[in-house]
C-alpha cells in the first residue's frame, strides 16, 4: 500500500486552469492504477479521471476534453490538468491508487474552487 500527498488546489476563476499533483511513496507506485475522485458539498463522491499503469486513461464525461490526468513514475507522482475550469468543478479534490483498482490509498484531499 502507498501512502498518497495531493498540493495544488486553489481558487481560480471560471475558465482557468490547475493542475493537481499526487505525490506517493514507494516506486510500487509505477505498478498501481491511479485516479482522481472529486465530492462538492451535499453530492456524492464521483470519479473524475482514472490511469493504469501502461498509461490508459478514462474521464467522467463532465470532464472530458478539459481535464488531463498523468503520472510520471520516476517520480512517483501522478497529476491532472484542468482547463477550461467551471463553477460546477468546485468541489475537494482526492487522489487515490490500488494494485489492482482504485481505492486501497487515499490522500487527505485538495479543496478547487471555481468562482469569479
Known amino acids: 500500500q502507498v501512502q498518497l500527498v495531493e498540493s495544488g488546489g486553489g481558487l481560480v476563476q471560471p475558465g482557468g486552469s490547475l493542475r493537481l499533483s499526487c505525490a506517493a511513496s514507494?516506486?510500487?507506485?509505477?505498478?498501481?492504477?491511479m485516479g482522481w475522485y472529486r465530492q462538492a458539498p451535499g453530492k456524492e463522491r464521483e470519479l473524475v479521471a482514472s490511469i493504469t499503469n501502461s498509461g490508459s486513461t478514462n474521464y467522467a464525461n463532465s470532464v472530458k476534453g478539459r481535464f488531463t490526468i498523468s503520472r510520471d513514475n520516476a517520480k512517483n507522482t501522478g497529476y491532472l490538468q484542468m482547463n477550461d475550469l467551471k463553477p460546477e468543478d468546485t468541489a475537494l479534490y482526492y487522489c487515490?491508487?490500488?494494485?489492482?483498482?482504485?481505492?486501497?490509498?487515499w490522500g487527505q484531499g485538495t479543496q478547487v474552487t471555481v468562482s469569479s
Open positions: 514507494g516506486s510500487i507506485f509505477r505498478l498501481y492504477v
Open positions: 487515490t491508487a490500488g494494485r489492482v483498482q482504485l481505492g486501497s490509498s
